[in-house]
């Protein structure tokens, strides 16, 4: 008999599942058809699931293959723990920390900080990469006429994650400049 956990995306099984008997009842006949259809046992798991999970088994839960006659009366054992691999990875957004100084002697346009890549993948522990909405840049300060680009690191001190790069290039591109408006009276 094979128990196959309906599994969330997010979720990895640390090791298979354990075999699972089923004491099942029936004519000879009928029983000799459960070699070509085997029986199984299917549970939906959710993705925010704890890292081990105890999944009570019934008779109930055993699945009998169409066109079988028989009745399931035990199944052994009666539970079944599931451990998931405790990490797993997403795509989160990068916020910068970068500070852009003025040069006093020499004023430029005003500049934006532009990030690649935009977003960076974490990894770790799940619970914490679904609690993880972003990830910053280290505190950097750039000149404001400065042109090149600049790899800058992710800040990952505090996070206990793995950050994938672990470093985005940092651009210094003019902003658009802020337009006033004004209303202009109508004539009569």
Do not use: C, W, Y
Request: a neutral charge; aromatic letters at 2%.
């Amino acid at each position: 008999m094979q128990f196959a956990p309906q599994l969330d995306s997010s979720l990895v099984l640390k090791d298979p599942p354990p075999p699972i008997h089923a004491l099942v009842v029936g004519t000879p006949q009928e029983l000799l058809k459960l070699f070509a259809h085997p029986l199984i046992i299917k549970r939906q798991i959710a993705a925010n699931s704890p890292d081990t999970v105890v999944v009570d088994l019934a008779t109930s839960d055993v699945e009998l293959p169409a066109g079988v006659d028989a009745i399931v009366r035990g199944v052994e054992p009666r539970s079944v723990t599931l451990r998931f691999e405790s990490t797993s990875s997403r795509l989160v957004p990068v916020h910068s920390a970068v500070q852009v100084v003025a040069d006093t002697l020499h004023p430029s346009s005003p500049v934006a900080v532009r990030l690649e890549p935009e977003r960076v993948e974490v990894s770790g522990p799940r619970q914490r990469v679904f609690g993880t909405e972003f990830v910053v840049t280290v505190h950097v300060a750039i000149p404001a006429n400065d042109s090149l680009p600049h790899l800058v690191d992710i800040d990952t001190t505090r996070l206990g994650l793995r950050v994938r790069p672990s470093q985005v290039k940092v651009h210094l591109v003019p902003s658009a400049p802020a337009t006033a408006s004004a209303s202009v009276p109508a004539k009569s």
